[in-house]
Structure formats: structure tokens, C-alpha cells
């Protein structure tokens, strides 16, 4: 099993930046896929970004341009850095991955941006 711990939400204004983390512990050598979802208030969760153990990435439509995602193997962390950030963008972002052991999720961390 994995377990999955997020960091990194908060508070801003729109047109900030904030870093979400994601720190991988357990079977970490299962996992192929990371990604980060989101839930808002009243709407259903939604995958925002993924990357492979290859390093490939995709984002969701309404972050392309503004978010990054990223890994750091060494470090079994994946990151999220969002910059010009919108009032839509707030949300509980959640951390995923998924591999040979199936899928886990992290508790969730919240962002809110709005001014």
C-alpha cells in the first residue's frame, strides 16, 4: 500500500502562486502514475494534472499554461506549482497514484484564492 501526505495549500490572491507537495511512503516502487485532482464545493472531482514514471505530463484544459507538475524520484515527492491563479481554481487538491497495488489518495489540501 502507499500512503500519500499533501502540503503546500492556502490562501492567495488572484494572480499568485502557490507549490502543493506530495510525499509518497509504503510501496513507492508501484507506483507508475501521480496526479493531482480537485474538488470544489457542489461539483464532482476532477484530474488536473499527471505524470508517468517516464516523466510524461497532461493537464486538464483550464490549467494549461499555468500549472506544472512535476516529480522528484529521490525525494518519492511530486509537486504542483500553480502560478496566475483564478478564484475558479479554488478547491481541495488531492494527490493520487496509481501502480501495480492499485490506487491511493491523500487527504486533500485546500486552496482558496480569492481577494
Known amino acids: 500500500q502507499v500512503q500519500l501526505v499533501e502540503s503546500g495549500g492556502g490562501s492567495v490572491q488572484p494572480g499568485g502562486s502557490l507549490r502543493l507537495s506530495c510525499v509518497a511512503s509504503g510501496s513507492i516502487f508501484s507506483i507508475n502514475v501521480m496526479a493531482w485532482y480537485r474538488q470544489a464545493p457542489g461539483k464532482q472531482r476532477e484530474e488536473v494534472a499527471v505524470?508517468?514514471?517516464?516523466?510524461?505530463?497532461n493537464f486538464v484544459d483550464s490549467v494549461k499554461g499555468r500549472f506544472t507538475i512535476s516529480r522528484d524520484n529521490a525525494k518519492n515527492t511530486v509537486y504542483l506549482q500553480m502560478d496566475s491563479l483564478k478564484p475558479e481554481d479554488t478547491a481541495v487538491y488531492y494527490c493520487?497514484?496509481?501502480?501495480?497495488?492499485?490506487?491511493?489518495w491523500g487527504q486533500g489540501t485546500q486552496v482558496t484564492v480569492s481577494s
Open positions: 505524470i508517468t514514471d517516464s516523466g510524461s505530463t
Open positions: 493520487n497514484a496509481c501502480g501495480t497495488k492499485g490506487c491511493s
